[in-house]
């Protein structure tokens, strides 16, 4: 309930849904497990001394007891082992929010050179379909759309759902085959080469093809966004270049790019008020007639014509023919002068061929000049510190201007530390509890003893199977954390009685760990044979759940081997020096310090 962003909204419903079934089961087996146990278990009886467990056992017990003479360098090791595990593995191990998951499909945006025209960009979206099923096979395209241009206002989408800055660009959706081979990022980089082989004048970018990646992308094409945000556009575009040529320099980066078009074809038209004015023409009547020439009326001055026999209206509008406007002196010759007058444009305007910002785009007011791009080889996380300091070599911005990272890096930064303050949180929170609960430091510190071991376990396990860090591995370790402090409480629960049933330290260890051999062993093997179907990962989409079964694996496997070899050194050291006086305050308690028999 602590935690921001995406953590909160997993964790939330998860806790709650833990914290429910806890509750009931508690309340089940303190009343319907025992009933049962009575009735079905009545007259069973089995051989205390034979039997492949309890063969183990005294196998185990010969191991524990040997353990337990080298308790301090044996809690030494394990200690030194895990700091050192952790230290070794924490970065090797990639983080991003959630695991790649090939959806068999992608989307790649097409860019030609701005100001093609849209006939063109098609015909450039045909190659490339062309281009696609030459790549990963004719046989492997299950079904293909496309979207070339802006949308027509008639056209029913949201530009929110689909975006375009102009006739130059266009929008492919690919959806391959199931047993299509050639997929996910070698597709990807095949496509890369061929296109700069057989279309090296269009850029391209590559984009999420799935819901998740689309919804943690949180408006940004890529993945990384870096937008150079000030007053200033020019001055923005200045300091986003050199941006640029540093983020060009790193090689994990693909299809880097701006993400407007900034030297869209324009015709600059100066017009000469005085001269204008002395023709009885003014700006606005001048403007007025180029825009009916070079677009359309439709906008400008909307004009609707009702059919008088069926009743329906249908919209005028005035455009000259584009074939007919195809020079700058065919619009110099453009008369611009109402009545009839044979005033032309290039009497009363200066034109002249430039270039201009195709598209503009806000941040809170100001505007914005940003660079786009995919990360191939590295995950989010590892590229992260080097796409940092690549804006970092950049310089200052300009006086006015920031500079913004996008995309899924502030919400990967957001989820990693709220999952990391979750994570620490769920251990203090047990420590307290366990504290309160035994009335003891020492027997809480001995409980909690076993988490570097999880963790330890669970970073190992990511990394023999190339998995990364994530939401979902996260998930995985707190679970693996609460099953290990559940089979250390058993331990040293058991202990702790023979304990106070007159045992040394030692002895009680070596009873503990005899007596919950079978409940942890059962425990553990139970959550890790359920965990493997989701571990191996079979089927469509599982890619999405399997770092959870391979985090519990992991850290449960290591907290079995901790537990049962270093939990029981823990508490001998810990108890050493332990009377049988609780630290209870309570003068009723017949075992606390400040009992008072009446």
């Known amino acids: 309930f602590f935690m921001t962003g995406v953590g909160r909204q997993l964790f939330v419903p998860l806790s709650l849904a833990v914290g429910f079934a806890m509750i009931a089961s508690y309340a089940l087996s303190s009343s319907l497990v025992p009933v049962l146990s009575a009735w079905i278990l009545k007259g069973a009886h089995g051989d205390p001394h034979g039997g492949l467990f309890h063969r183990m056992k005294r196998a185990y017990a010969a191991y524990l007891r040997f353990t337990l003479r080298f308790r301090w360098p044996l809690a030494a090791v394990y200690l030194a082992s895990c700091a050192a595990l952790l230290w070794l593995l924490a970065p090797r191990i990639g983080t991003e929010i959630f695991p790649n998951v090939d959806a068999g499909q992608f989307q790649v945006r097409l860019k030609a050179p701005t100001g093609t025209r849209i006939e063109r960009t098609e015909r450039i979206a045909l190659d490339a379909l062309d281009l696609i099923r030459e790549t990963a096979g004719p046989d492997n395209v299950k079904i293909t759309t496309s979207f070339v241009g802006v949308q027509p206002a008639s056209y029913p989408i949201n530009t929110i759902y689909l975006w375009t800055s102009g006739p130059h660009e266009a929008v492919l959706l690919v959806a391959l085959k199931p047993e299509a081979r050639l997929r996910g990022e070698p597709l990807k980089e095949a496509l890369r080469a061929r296109f700069r082989e057989r279309l090296p004048e269009v850029k391209i970018s590559f984009e999420a093809g799935d819901i998740v990646a689309r919804v943690m992308s949180f408006g940004s094409n890529t993945p990384v966004e870096v937008a150079v945000q000030g007053p200033n556009l020019a001055n923005n575009r200045v300091h986003a270049e050199k941006v640029r040529a540093e983020l060009a320099r790193l090689p994990f980066l693909r299809d880097l ?72 002196e065919e619009i110099r010759a453009l008369p611009v002068a109402p009545g009839g007058s044979r005033t032309l444009l290039g009497e009363v305007a200066g034109l002249k061929l430039t270039q201009s910002f195709g598209l503009v785009e806000r941040y809170n007011m100001q505007r914005v000049v940003s660079l786009t791009a995919n990360i191939s080889g590295l995950t989010l996380g590892q590229a992260v510190p080097r796409i940092q300091a690549a804006i970092a070599r950049a310089g200052d911005p300009p006086r006015g201007a920031a500079v913004a990272v996008r995309g899924q890096i502030p919400a990967l930064m957001e989820t990693i530390d709220g999952l990391r303050t979750g994570l620490l949180l769920a251990i203090a929170a047990i420590f307290l ?66 304990r106070r049933g007159g045992a040394k330290p030692v002895e009680a260890a070596l009873e503990g760990g005899q007596g919950r051999l079978r409940a942890i062993l059962m425990t553990a093997a139970a959550m890790i044979a359920g965990m493997t179907p989701i571990a191996l990962g079979i089927g469509e989409g599982s890619e999405q759940t399997a770092p959870l079964g391979r985090a519990v694996i992991g850290g449960l496997f290591a907290a079995t081997v901790a537990t049962l070899t270093a939990l029981p050194a823990f508490y001998a050291i810990l108890q050493r020096k332990a009377t049988l006086a609780t630290s209870s305050l309570h003068p009723m308690d017949p075992d606390g310090r400040n009992y008072e028999p009446r």
Do not use: C, K
């Open 433 to 498: 509890l366990l504290a309160a609960n035994f009335q003891s430091f020492r027997l809480a510190i001995a409980v909690i003893a076993t988490i570097p071991a999880v963790l330890a376990g669970v970073l190992l396990m990511l990394l023999v199977t190339g998995t990364t860090l994530n939401v979902q591995s996260f998930l995985g370790a707190i679970m693996a954390v609460g099953i290990a402090v559940a089979n250390s409480i058993l331990l040293v629960t058991f202990a702790e009685f023979n």
């Open 257 to 328: 790019q701006y993400a407007q078009p900034l030297d869209y074809p324009t015709l600059q038209v100066t017009i000469d008020r005085d001269r204008a004015g002395q023709l009885g023409l003014t700006a606005a009547g001048v403007a007025r007639s180029l825009v009916a020439a070079t677009s359309s009326s439709r906008f400008v001055e909307p004009n609707y014509w009702r059919d008088p026999a069926s009743g329906n209206a249908f919209q005028i509008q005035v455009e000259i023919p584009q074939h007919r406007m195809s020079s700058l």
